[in-house]
């Protein structure tokens, strides 16, 4: 669906109050890279694609991250 993230590293935010007024309400998504702790808006995914290479960090796919998660869960029963 809509809120449901699409890559590990995506975080959903929402503009819950602003004192400059406007954009209050504004619901988008922004990208972490975790090892070079930069912070990407979503015009910039291409940048933060291409920005791995340098940092190292990975690009999962959050349902590929759930099932690896739910398959070692079983193994270790």
């Known amino acids: 669906g809509l809120n449901s993230p699409l890559y590990q590293n995506e975080i959903w935010y929402k503009i819950v109050k602003n004192r400059l007024g406007g954009r209050v309400g ?3 998504m922004l ?7 930069k912070i990407y808006d979503t015009i910039e995914l291409d940048l933060w694609m291409s920005e791995k290479e340098i940092s190292g960090d990975e690009r999962k796919i959050f349902e ?3 099932r690896e998660q739910a398959n070692n869960s079983r193994r270790s029963r």
């Not at 990208?31 to 070079?36: C, F, I, L, N």
């Open 26 to 28: 504004e619901m988008n």
């Open 64 to 66: 590929k991250v759930q």
């Open 31 to 37: 990208y972490h890279d975790a090892r070079s702790l």
